[in-house]
């Protein structure tokens, strides 16, 4: 009937994008079936498929996925077609994206004035969609469109262009009516070059541009067994035809006969070992789960649902039979307030099932993966700590992995509809989405605010990544040249360790799997079996070895150049005073701060010249937290590119009578940070985060104490978190603080310092 060419352009792609747009092709792939099956001639250009495709990274820090603009165009066909089709997708919504869509465009009409041009959805669903409209027709200058599904409409269409008549409308829409999706074909896959798209999926795979929860490694397939889904949710994009005001079935399914011809088809003609399955929800009825499966174990294939599945449908036998099949499962919990995911977002969800799926999950060694949401309108402060408290209990107890993402609305949602009603953007985006998801939240709360949305996130993420144990600290020795006022181990006798003992260690902790290393003290520079324990370190394969030191000993050039060369990959030296004065007031011996600076002088060039990283930590007292902006151009003399910048803890010698008030010293920590942020990087660390309002990222190294062992001198084992846990706790605050998942809260001192804490934080 009509010569019909369709095009699948390269996409260009925010670097943070969502979603799987190395699958968009699927529907333009289901597409063209459809139209040769209706007598159409049909032929297929794909960015995806070509022999150089892959993963390229532009120079304006976008990504693209195929091939360049230029290099597609020129693979355009010389034959005339009658009518050509382009593939449309949420990602060409983009703005950059539609922008190169609209040259695209400019040389369709350039090169075939009289062929008109359908700007098509060929939606088969699964991954998220962005309601559009004749405006953005215009925008990219296309004269006609197509909405949703394909199937029943695009055929016609192309045959009514083809004949030179007019639609009745610019926009056709494509809503199912019953429609049997046993009766369509298969995707056209002879029309593609399937050995190009699985070169194209290793080198993306390859790139490593992104952390993924699913493997690319080809060679693999997407493919559909269900399109739709029966429910609701206010952020989802499914069934965007039914948010348009259509009506239309909401969710239907594959046989299991044709699911199984399907699936042979890939196996045996094309070689595809893995499936990924884009189904909306692939787990609508149990029942139709059980015949994927029974296909993928009948011909041997992988699977991946990189949709999460409802963990209310989900049975323990699936859950064994999924464990045989699948890397990882992955199911959308959403809220762990019933109020927020119900009435809300309105999912319908038993809450109780996620927590048995992660318990089937851990029996069976499946790795589990929730989808967690934060942000929507109306929702308290005290619902998102019980969502952020959920996840890490789940994480905590099951091994079950959080993936925390923001509510986003998207245009066509009812999410979106609701926001836009109400005007609680902070920050409107409605096209270029891919940021947002999990980069930056853009709604107004009830009693919560963005920025703390975006650090309780972050918070979380990073007490996960700290959680299993894997660095060591080992005080060397309880010797020292100094005699600190705040020391944590000054109040120990003067003695080194047992090096055996301490060889030991290293070998036992490195046998489980620990590999950052920290050698601490006392003074560890004043220990005689320094050099042999680093040494050992590094025979081992420790990946990180890092000495603090206060750096006295560095001020012999020798002395630095053999310890920079021991091993170490860091050194970190103790400054604790912009000046003479306050550093030995601090330290309390004569003669160390010009040492301390001599040693700097000597071990930092080298350091930067060897690879090793280098910085310098402050301890805050009332005497040194005056003079912080001093310190911080002192650091800028010196070349320090890290700081970390340590408040008091309630241990050792340390006392209330030189702790600084941390709400009076807080601001000052964070004008150091304005002042010279741009040349030094700063850690805050024993700070509750909640004192530094906007500066939350600051603070996420101190996490990092949940992954740190403490060997002292005496050989005690101890957890730092733990050991540090035991002179902190929750005050008033921390009830209803988005941050005190990852907080044990404020440290509390003896006598007058607690006094002061319970009359400003109550018990």
């Known amino acids: 009937?009509?010569?019909?060419?369709?095009?699948?352009?390269?996409?260009?792609?925010?670097?943070?994008?969502?979603?799987?747009?190395?699958?968009?092709?699927?529907?333009?792939?289901?597409?063209?079936?459809?139209?040769?099956?209706?007598?159409?001639?049909?032929?297929?250009?794909?960015?995806?498929?070509?022999?150089?495709?892959?993963?390229?990274?532009?120079?304006n820090g976008l990504v693209r996925l195929g091939i360049p603009l230029s290099g597609f165009l020129a693979k355009l066909p010389a034959e005339r077609p009658d009518v050509v089709v382009i593939a449309h997708c949420p990602w060409l919504r983009a703005r950059p994206a539609s922008a190169e869509l609209a040259r695209l465009a400019a040389h369709l009409q350039q090169r075939w004035p009289q062929v008109p041009v359908v700007l098509a959805d060929c939606d088969v669903g699964g991954m998220h969609y962005i309601a559009w409209d004749t405006a953005d027709l215009d925008e990219v200058g296309i004269a006609y469109g197509q909405q949703y599904e394909a199937d029943a409409v695009l055929p016609e269409l192309v045959a009514l262009l083809a004949r030179g008549e007019q639609p009745a409308q610019r926009i056709t829409p494509g809503v199912p009516q019953g429609d049997d999706l046993d009766s369509l074909p298969f995707p056209a896959y002879d029309l593609i070059d399937m050995d190009a798209f699985q070169r194209f999926l290793g080198r993306v795979q390859a790139a490593g541009h992104k952390r993924e929860i699913f493997s690319l490694a080809p060679p693999l397939l997407a493919w559909k067994t269900a399109r739709g889904c029966a429910f609701?949710?206010?952020?989802?994009?499914?069934?965007?035809?039914?948010?348009?005001?259509?009506?239309?079935?909401?969710?239907?399914?594959?046989?299991?006969?044709?699911?199984?011809?399907?699936?042979?088809?890939?196996?045996?003609?094309?070689?595809?070992?893995?499936?990924?399955?884009?189904?909306?929800?692939?787990?609508?009825?149990?029942?139709?789960?059980?015949?994927?499966?029974?296909?993928?174990?009948?011909?041997?294939?992988?699977l991946d649902f990189p949709n999460g599945m409802r963990a209310d449908r989900l049975e323990q036998g699936q859950i064994r039979r999924l464990a045989q099949r699948v890397d990882t499962l992955?199911?959308?919990?959403?809220?762990?307030?019933?109020?927020?995911?119900?009435?809300?977002?309105?999912?319908?969800?038993?809450?109780?099932?996620?927590?048995?799926?992660?318990?089937?999950?851990q029996q069976e060694g499946l790795r589990l993966c929730v989808h967690w949401m934060i942000g929507q309108p109306g929702e308290t402060r005290a619902e998102i700590r019980q969502t952020l408290q959920a996840a890490w209990n789940l994480y905590e107890t099951t091994g079950a992995e959080p993936l925390l993402q923001f509510a986003t609305p998207i245009l066509g949602t009812a999410l979106h509809a609701e926001v836009t009603a109400r005007n609680l953007w902070t920050s409107r985006e409605d096209r270029d989405i891919g940021p947002l998801f999990q980069g930056k939240p853009v709604l107004r709360g009830v009693d919560w605010t963005p920025d703390e949305l975006w650090a309780a996130k972050r918070i979380l993420e990073t007490k996960v990544s700290m959680w299993r144990p894997r660095k060591i600290i080992m005080n060397t020795t309880y010797i020292c040249n100094n005699h600190c006022v705040f020391c944590a181990t000054g109040n120990r006798s003067d003695w080194h360790g047992d090096l055996d003992k301490q060889l030991a260690f290293l070998h036992e902790r490195r046998a489980q799997g620990y590999d950052l290393c920290d050698f601490d003290g006392g003074e560890p520079t004043t220990n005689p079996n320094l050099i042999k324990l680093i040494s050992e370190a590094k025979k081992l394969g420790y990946q990180q070895i890092n000495l603090t030191t206060n750096g006295r000993l560095l001020s012999v050039p020798r002395n630095a150049e053999k310890l920079v060369r021991s091993g170490l990959t860091s050194i970190l030296v103790s400054l604790h005073g912009p000046n003479e004065e306050v550093h030995e007031r601090n330290v309390r011996a004569k003669g160390a701060f010009a040492q301390t600076i001599a040693g700097i002088e000597n071990a930092r060039p080298l350091c930067d010249r060897l690879g090793l990283d280098f910085g310098v930590n402050v301890t805050l007292t009332k005497t040194n937290a005056p003079a912080?902006?001093?310190?911080?151009?002192?650091?800028?003399?010196?070349?320090?590119?890290?700081?970390?910048?340590?408040?008091?803890?309630?241990?050792?010698?340390?006392?209330?009578?030189?702790?600084?008030?941390?709400?009076?010293?807080?601001?000052?920590?964070?004008?150091?940070?304005?002042?010279?942020?741009?040349?030094?990087?700063?850690?805050i660390i024993n700070l509750p985060v909640c004192y530094l309002p906007g500066y939350e990222a600051w603070a996420l190294s101190d996490i990092g104490k949940l992954q740190r062992h403490m060997v002292f001198v005496s050989g005690d084992d101890v957890n730092l978190f733990e050991y540090l846990q035991s002179r902190r706790r929750h005050e008033k605050p921390c009830e209803t603080c988005l941050y005190s998942i990852a907080c044990e809260g404020f440290y509390f001192w003896p006598d007058a310092w607690q006094d002061e804490a319970h009359a400003r934080f109550g018990d």
């Open 628 to 683: 912080l902006l001093e310190y911080g151009e002192l650091l800028v003399r010196l070349g320090v590119k890290l700081c970390n910048v340590q408040f008091l803890t309630p241990f050792g010698r340390a006392s209330a009578e030189c702790q600084p008030d941390p709400a009076e010293t807080a601001p000052l920590v964070m004008q150091l940070i304005d002042r010279f942020s741009d040349k030094i990087r700063f850690q």
């Open 330 to 361: 992955s199911v959308s919990a959403e809220s762990a307030s019933d109020h927020v995911a119900n009435a809300m977002i309105g999912k319908r969800i038993d809450l109780d099932a996620t927590a048995h799926v992660a318990n089937w999950c």
């Open 232 to 302: 609701r949710c206010n952020f989802c994009t499914s069934n965007a035809w039914s948010r348009s005001g259509h009506a239309g079935r909401m969710y239907r399914m594959h046989g299991a006969a044709y699911l199984e011809a399907h699936a042979r088809l890939l196996r045996e003609r094309y070689g595809i070992e893995r499936l990924v399955t884009l189904d909306e929800l692939a787990n609508g009825q149990p029942a139709h789960l059980d015949a994927v499966l029974d296909v993928a174990e009948k011909l041997d294939l992988r």
């Open 1 to 59: 009937m009509a010569r019909t060419l369709l095009l699948q352009p390269p996409l260009l792609l925010h670097a943070d994008f969502i979603d799987y747009p190395y699958f968009a092709s699927l529907g333009l792939w289901q597409a063209a079936a459809g139209l040769r099956a209706a007598g159409h001639d049909v032929a297929v250009l794909d960015a995806l498929c070509q022999p150089g495709s892959g993963l390229l990274r532009e120079s």
